[in-house]
């Protein structure tokens, strides 16, 4: 379900993980704002400190980041990753040549949509500003809702546009969920984050990042580059997707990373139209009609007269949830996708293939002729960036993606502007290092109260990863029972940690005792309680002694 979330390439070599070492054979000359670093710094090496996770928690991560690659589906990812669209004009051809002999503000390690907004608002502070990374198009399909595209100034990027997002959680029972969903043009979107580069004067230096050292001064960091030249800037940010987490370190309490996988076709088809409304655009169909049912028989089904219905599932019980999404995109073309919202371990995208396959069978939908196959992966969850590290990120590089729902870019574009006020101050104190300018970054982007709405987040994915078809789908008929402010407020990252223990306690209040039930098991039981409980708890520590300072 791409809505505006990213699963691209990396932008990074494989270097070993945490490899940022204290030393850096370099020069430097003066740049346009006057600045020159050291002449040549120490090669002394600075041995690192000692580290502070057991092997079985490094075990964990290790793992962690292996999903956060793409695990067992990672030659679809990198196939995904690596399409080209002549149409979509290239960094390199567009933004200043980088100049590696200069001392840069900000690199920003990575060309996705993250970065480049972010590289833009930087650029817009009086930064020097440098993106590093992959010259690659957009090739993902994006959704948007109406209401947030137009809050970001993104709505001139919308090629399709829907009054209505319909959802089908058992037969019959169709939900309007009364908001306008958007497709975004890829190429639009591209032309309208090069054009914010463009103006705001970001350099671009195509490669990927192999390894990155702190001068032994601490003041600025080192980015070698795979084949390519040295790089030198006050601060990097990392925003080359999920995968840029084997520079980072994190949190260890957290549970593990999970994964949102999708597979989609763009296709000429037959019969679209007779089984949906073709001014509707389908959010969520979980309707199990790849199974047990006939073919074009689907839509005469009626909800409880079939013995074999069981309930509605035919037969599907036991099997790891997934629901049909789609976009008409007018006469008979269409965006086809099969999504499994967040499971453990990824749901195989040949799993969803076949479902897709069978599902349309079954609802009479004939393929004519495909366009464009696409292959979604999106690491959710999974333990927080630590806060005391001289290497800083962005987007779905600092977990920036809704554990439950996998949107991303939306919230990523959205703090952009308050991420660049907060480097440009901290770069504008006199004689700061390295890791105290990230230390106030990162506090900025991952505060207690933001560490603890998105625990809140994990443990909703959690409790949907554990969850069985049927109990998905009475979960799913509650969520959209809540007011609009409340569902879509949790779907973008909204509430704050108060408004989300409103949120709990009026979806607990509305849902069925099975439910009920299974959110008291998961709280008292679920490491992902535990998890949430913690991160509340320092919440609250931390209010207190924020108090106890104010007052005389």
Request: hydrophobic share 40%; charged share 20%.
């Amino acid at each position: 379900m791409n809505s505006l979330q990213i699963s691209s390439g990396s932008h990074l070599a494989s270097a070993p993980r945490h490899s940022l070492k204290n030393s850096c054979n370099a020069r430097w000359t003066r740049d346009k704002g006057g600045r020159q670093g050291p002449p040549r710094a120490l090669k002394t090496k600075v041995e690192a400190p000692p580290q502070t996770q057991n092997t079985r928690s490094r075990e964990h991560e290790d793992v962690n980041q292996l999903i956060r690659e793409g695990h067992y589906e990672k030659p679809s990812v990198q196939a995904q990753a690596s399409k080209r669209d002549s149409a979509q004009q290239s960094l390199a051809s567009t933004l200043t040549p980088a100049t590696p002999s200069s001392l840069y503000d900000v690199a920003v390690v990575g060309a996705g949509p993250a970065g480049m907004y972010l590289a833009a608002e930087l650029s817009n502070r009086g930064l020097r500003t440098v993106i590093i990374g992959h010259d690659s198009p957009l090739v993902n399909n994006y959704g948007v809702w109406i209401d947030e595209a137009r809050s970001l100034g993104l709505e001139h990027t919308l090629d399709n546009a829907w009054d209505d997002a319909v959802c089908y959680f058992k037969e019959g029972h169709k939900v309007n969920l009364g908001r306008g969903y958007g497709r975004v043009s890829r190429r639009k979107l591209r032309e309208h984050l090069l054009r914010l580069c463009t103006d705001a004067g970001v350099e671009f230096l195509k490669g990927e990042v192999a390894n990155m050292e702190l001068t032994s001064d601490g003041k600025q960091t080192c980015l070698d580059v795979k084949n390519g030249p040295q790089m030198h800037a006050r601060l990097v940010t990392l925003a080359a997707g999920a995968a840029a987490g084997k520079f980072l370190r994190y949190e260890e309490d957290a549970p593990g990373v999970a994964a949102q996988t999708a597979y989609g076709i763009e296709a000429e088809v037959e019969n679209y139209d007779q089984v949906y409304p073709a001014g509707e655009m389908l959010f969520m169909d979980f309707r199990r009609h790849h199974t047990g049912v006939w073919d074009g028989a689907a839509s005469r089904i009626k909800s409880g007269a079939h013995p074999a219905g069981d309930n509605n599932l035919w037969g599907t019980r036991g099997e790891v949830p997934s629901f049909r999404y789609a976009m008409p995109l007018g006469g008979n073309r269409v965006f086809l996708e099969e999504t499994c919202l967040v499971a453990k371990p990824a749901l195989p995208f040949k799993v969803l293939k076949r479902r897709l396959e069978r599902r349309l069978k079954a609802m009479g939908v004939r393929v004519k002729e495909v366009h464009e196959e696409e292959w979604s992966y999106i690491p959710v969850g999974g333990p927080l960036p630590e806060g005391n590290q001289p290497i800083t990120a962005f987007g779905a590089a600092a977990n920036l993606v809704h554990p439950a729902t996998g949107f991303s870019v939306s919230r990523s574009f959205r703090e952009a502007p308050g991420l660049a006020d907060q480097i440009a101050a901290s770069l504008r104190k006199p004689d700061q290092s390295v890791q105290q300018t990230a230390a106030q970054v990162w506090e900025a982007l991952w505060p207690q109260e933001k560490r603890t709405q998105t625990s809140f987040h994990v443990f909703g994915m959690e409790l949907l990863a554990s969850l069985d078809l049927a109990d998905t789908n009475l979960f799913f008929e509650t969520f959209f029972k809540l007011p609009k402010s409340m569902w879509q407020g949790y779907m973008a990252s909204k509430l704050s940690s108060l408004q989300l223990i409103s949120f709990a306690f009026l979806t607990f209040v509305l849902a069925s005792p099975r439910i009920k039930m299974l959110l008291v098991a998961s709280l008292l039981s679920d490491p992902a309680g535990a998890y949430v409980f913690n991160a509340y708890k320092k919440l609250y520590i931390k209010s207190q002694e924020e108090k106890e300072l104010s007052e005389p």
